[in-house]
């Protein structure tokens, strides 16, 4: 299956061209990373993704569904399917961070009280806020606000998660914390993503490193110089609208283009 799939999208804002004739296949239990100039059209194609903004030519498939054209009511359905993790996760400031976390559970109404509380405090202890349940966002740093944010984007389980610059401004720690939670996510639960940032020790890590589960059932990470196998992670560098680099961490270390080399220093 292909979680996400752009076929010669273009988009235009006023007389600006922000995507040209764009391809992108993201598959089952794939991460992409996007890196991109500002202003190179990577917000731009996470909100294609949730039918927030329309193509103006071209067709965007989730989960194997064409939602070009789909009304509101329709890309409801679809955005079920999606978590969001935005630079800006702003939390409810009035509610506990357990509420925050349940709170697309409590959207879903699927779910027993005993569930949610079950799976707000699995994600909590896995984003290192086991003890941060009763508190308030207000008591909390901005490294811990965002992995509380991310642990609400991702509590209802969905198949794709689109991640905007999750790492920005944080500390090294807070941000490994989140990429562990990527890795997981992808190599665990099989989540399909992109990842759009300007991080490239974050990126490292994610195209570099696998999470396994112990028969312990805990979560170990290893750097994939010791597996055969390989993270489940391309790169993707936008210029002017378009692709002009895609592959793995070991092509983009030799890739010669300028522009791509910009990136890497
Ligand atoms: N709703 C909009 N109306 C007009 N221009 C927009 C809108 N959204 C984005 N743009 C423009 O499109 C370009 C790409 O934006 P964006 O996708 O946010 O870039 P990035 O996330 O890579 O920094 C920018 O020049 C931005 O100003
Ligand atoms: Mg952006």
Same mark, same amino acid.
């Given at each position: 299956m292909i979680a996400i799939r752009f076929e010669r999208v273009t988009k235009m804002f006023d007389d600006q061209v922000v995507l040209k004739d764009f391809d992108l296949k993201v598959r089952k239990a794939e991460t992409k990373i996007i890196l991109g100039g500002s202003g190179s059209g990577k917000t731009t194609i996470l909100k294609m993704v949730l039918g927030l903004v329309k193509p103006d030519q071209g067709r965007i498939w989730?989960? !194997?569904?064409?939602?070009?054209?789909?009304?509101?009511?329709?890309?409801? !359905?679809?955005?079920?399917?999606?978590?969001m993790v935005f630079q800006e996760g702003a939390l409810f400031d009035s509610m506990t961070v357990g509420e925050n976390v349940a709170y697309p559970l409590r959207e879903a109404r699927r779910h027993t009280p005993e569930e949610m509380e079950a799976a707000v405090r699995r994600l909590l202890g896995f984003v290192g806020l086991a003890d941060a349940f009763d508190k308030m966002p207000s008591e909390l740093s901005g490294g811990m606000k965002r992995r509380v944010a991310i642990a609400r984007a991702v509590v209802h389980r969905p198949s794709i998660v689109l991640y905007d610059e999750p790492t920005a401004g944080l500390d090294p720690i807070t941000s490994r914390t989140i990429c562990d939670l990527v890795i997981a996510l992808r190599d665990l639960e099989g989540v399909s993503s992109i990842f759009v940032t300007h991080d490239l020790s974050a990126a490292t890590t994610l195209a570099s490193e696998m999470a396994i589960r112990e028969s312990s059932g805990q979560v170990t990470f290893r750097s994939e110089n010791n597996e055969f196998c390989l993270a489940n992670t391309r790169f993707v560098i936008l210029k002017d609208g378009?692709?002009?680099?895609?592959?793995?961490?070991?092509?983009?270390?030799?890739?010669e283009d300028e522009y791509v080399r910009e990136f890497l220093t």
């Open positions: 989730v989960n !194997d569904r064409d939602i070009t054209d789909l009304s509101e009511d329709e890309l409801m !359905d679809i955005r079920k399917e999606i978590g378009q692709i002009i680099f895609e592959g793995t961490d070991e092509s983009l270390d030799t890739a």
